[in-house]
């Protein structure tokens, strides 16, 4: 139950910030905040219809849902498909019309590779070899291929960190975890540094022209070039100014509306949310925050340490470990720390799938903590070198 407490803290305090976005004064709500509301009720409809049947029938249900998955990510990159039903944001395909909101695939494949990733690990004999290794590994290397065309770059990082983590909790080698660590982040390091030396002779073969000026318009800020901040860097910089006006203890609502206004920052009611908040409360505020999610991925590890099913532990640590790098990146983007990446702060940010998606892992989580198994499986956490 703290798990859905801190969920529908979180929820509440972003329609508040959604509601700042929009300039609507004198107690009004705005078209984005109310239709949050709605969305928020179905995504609560959706957890439920979750948490209520045992966690174990998913088992059967992970490897088509994989396949379901993959086969929309495919349709996104399809090129003749009409705009009208794939629809193009921001030079991205991410989006299917579905006439009341829009389905994002990719915040579906996180959880479903939860799924799956958990069925596989869940007998100890699938990963205690390297080559056992190779499964999981192929399980997140097809979708984040997939949604690093859309391109997506935020999404398709969250899916490493869930596998390691997902492998801690499995009872992985310690060397077969140090491998693999170092091998994404070299993977990830030749990526970015090939990505900005064919961008020094307008070729991308990597990472499209906006992530590549995104992780330049970082570089240039922690250099102190201010040459750039009127493009490629506008948004990272009217980030950073939002959030740090707001001091210790924020604006009243009046002014930290007038300021958000005024600053002109994009997607302020989505991925920038967090510096709305930050302008709004302040350091303080944003310290409430942290401290909710914090309550989420702790409640979240007290069931997994408590459930004995391989199986259930897996999905729990898989669901937290997403919520955790999700709001790292996001935060870390808003800050200035990170390029900008388009994440949504899970549970805050405007928009259908990523909210019912969240509500979705909530209900899981709940289901794995509502039952416990027959008898003792194993110890709840295990590993060696």
């Not at 705009?83 to 395909?93: C, F, L, S, Y």
């Not at 009872?171 to 900005?196: E, Q």
């Not at 391989?310 to 800050?335: E, H, S």
Request: proline content about 5%.
């Amino acid at each position: 139950w703290i798990v859905l407490f801190a969920s529908l803290a979180l929820t509440l305090v972003g329609v508040y910030a959604i509601n700042l976005t929009s300039g609507v004064e004198g107690g009004g709500i705005s078209g984005y905040a109310l239709k949050q509301i709605v969305l928020m009720t179905v995504a609560l409809v959706a957890g439920a219809c979750v948490a209520f049947p045992h966690y174990r029938w998913i088992n059967y249900f992970a490897w088509p849902a994989a396949w379901v998955c993959v086969g929309l990510l495919i349709f996104l990159l399809i090129p003749f498909v009409p705009d009208v039903i794939v629809t193009p944001r921001n030079g991205a395909r991410r989006w299917i019309n579905l006439l009341v909101t829009d389905l994002q695939p990719s915040e579906v494949t996180k959880v479903v590779f939860v799924l799956v990733t958990a069925r596989y690990l869940q007998y100890r004999s699938n990963y205690r070899t390297y080559r056992g290794l190779i499964l999981p590994a192929a399980i997140a290397f097809v979708p984040m291929a997939l949604i690093l065309v859309e391109p997506d770059l935020g999404t398709a990082l969250i899916f490493m960190p869930v596998l390691v983590a997902m492998l801690i909790a499995a009872g992985a080698k310690i060397h077969h975890l140090v491998l693999i660590g170092t091998a994404g982040a070299l993977f990830a390091g030749a990526v970015v540094g090939l990505s900005l030396v064919f961008a020094q002779q307008d070729q991308y073969p990597l990472l499209r022209p906006h992530q590549v000026e995104r992780i330049e318009a970082v570089i240039d800020q922690f250099q102190g070039d201010e040459r750039h901040q009127s493009d490629r860097g506008f948004q990272g910089k009217q980030a950073i100014t939002l959030f740090g006006s707001g001091g210790v203890a924020g604006h009243g609502e009046g002014r930290a509306r007038a300021l958000i206004a005024f600053s002109a920052l994009p997607e302020r009611h989505n991925d920038m949310i967090f510096a709305v908040l930050g302008n709004r409360f302040g350091f303080t505020g944003a310290v409430v925050v942290v401290g909710l999610y914090c309550v989420w991925i702790g409640g979240a590890f007290v069931v997994s340490v408590r459930c004995r099913d391989p199986f259930g532990r897996l999905i729990v640590v898989g669901l937290a470990t997403i919520v955790g790098t999700q709001m790292v990146i996001n935060m870390g983007m808003t800050m200035g720390l990170l390029p900008i990446t388009g994440m949504t702060l899970p549970f805050v940010s405007y928009g259908g799938s990523s909210l019912v998606v969240g509500y979705m892992m909530v209900g899981l989580v709940m289901s794995v903590a509502m039952r416990r198994p027959p008898r003792l499986w194993r110890d709840s956490f295990e590993w060696d070198a």
